[in-house]
């Protein structure tokens, strides 16, 4: 970033505007949203740092900025027109007003030394594994921990699949989709992530269920179940009366895991609870065929305009629900979602 900073020398500070917590910030040139923010120790969301996760999603409310790589790699035509950026990629041309939600990620960091306790098949290409950890790691239901393996530098980072325990806990469970030429899900699937040594830190993101009393609606692709798992198991825990759909977008029934789950869901929801199985390419009697993007329409009608959608799995079926949201009457606002994006999208 010193590059970009020698490049706009004589170029004034701006001041950047956080709406709704007014905080101030004074951005300097060649420096970006998140890049001032983290130095005053705001607790911005952000992942990626690059500009591909979309975690630091943000609303330009009056202003201009400068992108260092163009949003629409990452955000949705839809989040574009609505006027967001991603703070990590912009630099302010202008004083500044923008809105985001400065929430804490929940319980505090922690970063312990992990095994793997076990792992247990579900699909052909996903499985649940359980970490146990020195130390116990609390977390917010929908939020994701960072695996490093063999004191690598780079980490993967995977969701949470059960409800937390209130203290926080030493066994972690996580449904892992083997991604073929992958380098963790390879040893993974091949057996020798078994013997690995790990340090996994967390918790980190989001993505969890925002306070209201409409409906819910979740869609969920391959081992993007895992989150809404989390989610729904604590919300039904907690007695959330909001009539739900899940919808749940696979190729073909091979593909389908965590019925287990999702009936101990529905058996404990105090209110409507659907759950959607939708098939893209081996259509089964009495399952729901197409793109999970088909039915998001029914399932509206089921649940009416004021629901909260909560989206999570592959970038591209993210992007596409989004916009068939959007289409439908759902404001962005409304609309949370994890991608779970990989190194084969990097730039
Ligand atoms: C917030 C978040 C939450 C996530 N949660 C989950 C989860 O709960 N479950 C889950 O299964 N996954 C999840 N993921 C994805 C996960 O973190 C990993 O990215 C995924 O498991 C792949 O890791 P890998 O090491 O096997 O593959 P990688 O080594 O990252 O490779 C992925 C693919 O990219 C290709 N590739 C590698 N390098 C390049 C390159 N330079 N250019 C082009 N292609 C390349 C590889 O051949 C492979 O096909 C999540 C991701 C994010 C961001
Ligand atoms: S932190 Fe900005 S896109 Fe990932």
Redesign the pocket.
């Given at each position: 970033m010193s590059f970009l900073k020698s490049l706009f020398g004589k170029t004034p500070a701006q001041t950047v505007t956080v709406q709704p917590s007014g905080l101030e910030l004074t951005v300097e040139p060649g420096e970006t949203i998140l890049e001032q923010a983290l130095i005053k120790n705001i607790p911005y969301p952000h992942?990626?740092t690059v500009g591909t996760?979309g975690?630091c999603r943000t609303k330009l409310l009056s202003g201009k900025v400068d992108a260092i790589t163009p949003f629409g790699y990452t955000l949705s035509k839809e989040e574009l027109e609505a006027g967001y950026i991603l703070a990590c990629q912009s630099l302010p041309k202008s004083e500044l007003t923008i809105e985001i939600d400065l929430q804490e990620e929940g319980d505090g960091l922690v970063a312990t030394p992990a095994r793997i306790a076990s792992t247990t098949k579900l699909t052909h290409d996903?499985m649940k594994v359980e970490w146990e950890t020195d130390l116990p790691m609390g977390y917010r239901a929908g939020q994701?921990v960072n695996i490093r393996w063999n004191a690598e530098q780079i980490h993967?980072?995977?969701?949470f699949?059960k409800a937390p325990e209130k203290s926080g806990q030493t066994l972690l469970a996580?449904?892992?989709?083997?991604?073929?030429?992958?380098?963790?899900?390879?040893l993974?699937f091949s057996g020798e992530a078994k013997s690995l040594d790990y340090e996994l830190d967390g918790p980190?993101?989001q993505f969890w269920l925002r306070p209201g009393k409409g409906p819910i609606l979740c869609i969920a692709g391959?081992?993007?179940l895992?989150?809404i798992i989390s989610l729904l198991s604590d919300a039904a825990s907690k007695r959330a009366r909001r009539d739900t759909v899940l919808l749940f977008g696979a190729r073909a029934k091979r593909d389908l895991y965590g019925e287990a789950e999702i009936s101990a869901i529905k058996n404990a929801w105090t209110a409507g609870f659907d759950f959607w199985p939708v098939l893209s390419e081996t259509p089964e009697d009495n399952l729901r065929a197409g793109l999970v993007t088909e039915h998001i329409g029914p399932a509206l009608e089921r649940l009416g305009p004021d629901t909260q959608a909560y989206l999570c799995g592959p970038p591209p079926m993210i992007d596409a629900a989004m916009e068939e949201l959007v289409r439908q009457g759902i404001p962005l606002d409304a609309i949370f979602y994890?991608?779970?994006?990989?190194?084969?999208m990097?730039q």
């Open positions: 992942e990626c996760c975690s996903i994701y993967r980072s995977y969701s699949a996580t449904f892992i989709r083997h991604v073929p030429g992958g380098a963790f899900t390879d993974l980190h993101g391959g081992s993007g895992a989150p994890d991608k779970f994006t990989d190194a084969s990097a």
